[in-house]
């Protein structure tokens, strides 16, 4: 397969995923893009979940095509950091698929299943992974020729991620109604990073090797 139709993968995963997040807030009654997590929409039990999971899933599959893009093009002989980079990619794109599917979060005040469970654990390696991944990559394109400003941006989009996760465990843990909008910032800036990535590689990479 084509490694730049891989690399399109990546854009395809940020927009399925906006997908489920618009559609989803718009037709779910009550439900606020600043108080309510994105797993809300298709948590075990939630009235749109078999329309709103689908989206969800497909942004993984997606995520996955483009991290195998990554790795086929920088193997572990040629870029160690990227391709170890990318294979977190790989596992946190199998565990959303999960996540989307057959582990569903519980609703918040609901009793705990099995499924939730794995939820929460899926849920919280992935949240660790992000960071060896996006900083291992950023620094392992510095050496590419073009790609030193991306190892900044890196940065910064860590730097995002790690504040809006504290923020959103203070927030819980003061009952502050706004768990929603600091889960967006710290996914939206991850998803930034995506596909500026995934356009990066797509439409400027000479594709040399």
Same mark, same amino acid.
């Given at each position: 397969?084509?490694?730049?139709?891989?690399?399109?993968?990546?854009?395809?995963?940020?927009?399925?995923?906006?997908?489920?997040?618009?559609?989803?807030?718009?037709?779910?009654?009550?439900?606020?893009?600043?108080?309510?997590?994105?797993?809300?929409?298709?948590?075990?039990?939630?009235?749109?979940?078999?329309?709103?999971?689908?989206? @969800?899933?497909?942004? #993984?599959?997606?995520? +996955?095509?483009? %991290? =195998?893009?990554? !790795?086929?093009?920088?193997? &572990?002989?040629?870029?160690?950091?990227?391709?170890?980079?990318?294979?977190?990619?790989?596992?946190?794109?199998?565990?959303?698929?999960?996540?989307?599917?057959?582990?569903?979060?519980?609703?918040?005040?609901?009793?705990?299943?099995?499924?939730?469970?794995?939820?929460?654990? @899926?849920?919280?390696? #992935?949240?660790?992974? +992000?960071?060896? %991944? =996006?900083?291992? !990559?950023?620094?392992?394109? &510095?050496?590419?020729?073009?790609?030193?400003?991306?190892?900044?941006?890196?940065?910064?989009?860590?730097?995002?991620?790690?504040?809006?996760?504290?923020?959103?465990?203070?927030?819980?843990?003061?009952?502050?109604?706004?768990?929603?909008?600091?889960?967006?910032?710290?996914?939206?800036?991850?998803?930034?990073?995506?596909?500026?990535?995934?356009?990066?590689?797509?439409?400027?990479?000479?594709?040399?090797?």
């Amino acid at each position: 397969m084509d490694k730049k139709i891989l690399y399109y993968a990546g854009m395809a995963s940020v927009i399925f995923y906006l997908l489920a997040d618009i559609i989803g807030g718009i037709i779910t009654p009550n439900y606020s893009y600043v108080v309510n997590v994105v797993s809300e929409l298709s948590q075990s039990g939630a009235e749109n979940r078999i329309l709103i999971s689908p989206f @969800l899933f497909l942004s #993984s599959i997606m995520g +996955i095509l483009f %991290a =195998l893009g990554i !790795i086929s093009h920088y193997p &572990y002989g040629r870029n160690k950091l990227i391709f170890i980079g990318g294979t977190a990619l790989i596992i946190m794109g199998v565990f959303t698929s999960l996540t989307s599917t057959i582990f569903p979060m519980d609703p918040f005040g609901g009793n705990t299943t099995f499924a939730g469970t794995m939820h929460l654990i @899926l849920v919280g390696i #992935s949240a660790v992974l +992000i960071f060896p %991944a =996006l900083l291992m !990559i950023g620094i392992g394109f &510095y050496r590419e020729k073009n790609w030193r400003s991306f190892r900044s941006y890196t940065f910064v989009s860590v730097l995002i991620i790690l504040i809006s996760g504290v923020l959103s465990t203070v927030v819980i843990a003061n009952g502050i109604e706004l768990m929603g909008l600091f889960e967006r910032i710290a996914v939206y800036a991850y998803f930034l990073w995506i596909f500026l990535l995934s356009y990066k590689l797509t439409y400027l990479n000479n594709f040399e090797e």
